[in-house]
Structures are given as C-alpha cells and as structure tokens.
C-alpha cells in the first residue's frame, strides 16, 4: 500500500507545483526537508501537524501548540498514525521535541 502524503490525502493542490501555489504558495509542510522520511513521508507530508504555517481549513494555522486540538482530529492525522502503527508513528519532529523538553 503506498503512503499518501497530505496533500495528496487533502487533494490541496499546494505540494510544489500544484495547481494553487501560484496564488497561495506552496504549503510549509510540502517544503519542509527536514521533516523528510518522517512518517514514511516526503518532506512534511506525513507530520504536517507540526509543522508551523500550514493551510487548512481555509486559514493558516500556527504551530503545533496552537493547532494540536484540530489537527489531531483530522483524517489526515488519524491515517497516518493508523497506518504507521503505535511503534513507528513519530507525533513531532525531533528538534521540536528536543526544545520543548528544554523549555
């Protein structure tokens, strides 16, 4: 079974030349290298959750802290963590992790 990535679950038309950067720009998580492989994703495809600045809903959200109510009950999220399992699901990047448990 091949791993969708959210905007290819959300059909957002924002992953790098899709049919709405050009209006909107392409989404933080779309180009977010650092989070790459995460999730069995690309880039930030498959942890768009905590990657500040994405676009759903019809807004821009903010971090992870802001937006963790709404996103956790999203599809998005919900499939991903169902397909990557209790022992491989990664609910934030590492960095992000890191500096939380340092504040």
């Known amino acids: 079974m091949q791993k969708l990535n959210c905007w290819e679950i959300k059909k957002c038309g924002r992953e790098p030349g899709g049919a709405k950067t050009a209006d ?8 977010d290298i650092a989070a790459n492989g995460l999730n069995s994703g690309k880039n930030g ?3 768009c959750w ?3 600045g994405t ?6 959200q903010g971090d992870f802290a802001q937006k963790q109510v709404s996103c956790m009950s999203c ?16 609910l934030m990047k590492a960095k992000q ?3 939380a448990a340092v504040r």
């Open 24 to 31: 909107m720009g392409a989404c933080p998580a779309a180009a």
């Open 75 to 90: 599809e998005v999220f919900k499939q991903i963590k169902r397909e990557e399992g209790a022992e491989n699901f990664k």
């Open 97 to 99: 992790a890191y500096q």
């Open 55 to 60: 676009f759903c809903g019809g807004k821009v």
């Open 45 to 47: 495809g498959r942890i």
């Open 50 to 52: 905590a990657i500040a």
